[in-house]
């Protein structure tokens, strides 16, 4: 299995970025397919983005494209989420994942292994 760990939340003004990061130990890094989640009070948790195993095939909610970037660094077992022009609509508690699904999905239930996420509160 592998093991997550999240950083780079906080408490930052609408327009404002962040980037969020993933560090991973355990099995093979590469051999996931990594996703960003992000739940917000009251809210199912709610697919944010995720990456193919070699970091050629992002993919994102509507509502973030454009403004978030999800890239990955196989050498150093990094996913990262830049986030930029932050909304207050943002604000959830940020979770990475990881599957060993042969293709990226975008349901929660499809990713083995999670963080124990981190809060990005974005106020207006």
């Known amino acids: 299995q592998v093991q997550l760990v999240e950083s780079g939340g906080g408490l930052v003004q609408a327009g404002d970025s962040l980037r969020l990061s993933c560090a991973a130990s355990?099995?093979?890094?590469?051999?996931?397919?990594m996703g960003w989640f992000r739940q917000a009070p009251g809210k199912e948790r709610e697919f944010v983005a995720s990456?193919?195993?070699?970091?050629?095939?992002?993919y994102y909610v509507d509502s973030v494209k454009g403004r978030f970037t999800i890239s990955r660094d196989n050498a150093k077992n990094t996913v990262y989420l830049q986030m930029n022009s932050l909304k207050p609509e943002d604000t959830a508690v940020y979770s990475c994942?990881?599957?060993?699904?042969?293709?990226?999905?975008?349901?929660?239930?499809?990713?083995?292994?999670w963080g124990q996420g981190t809060q990005v509160t974005v106020s207006a």
């Open positions: 355990g099995r093979s890094f590469s051999g996931y397919v």
């Open positions: 994942a990881a599957s060993q699904a042969v293709a990226a999905f975008t349901t929660p239930r499809l990713y083995q292994y």
């Open positions: 990456i193919s195993r070699s970091g050629d095939s992002p």
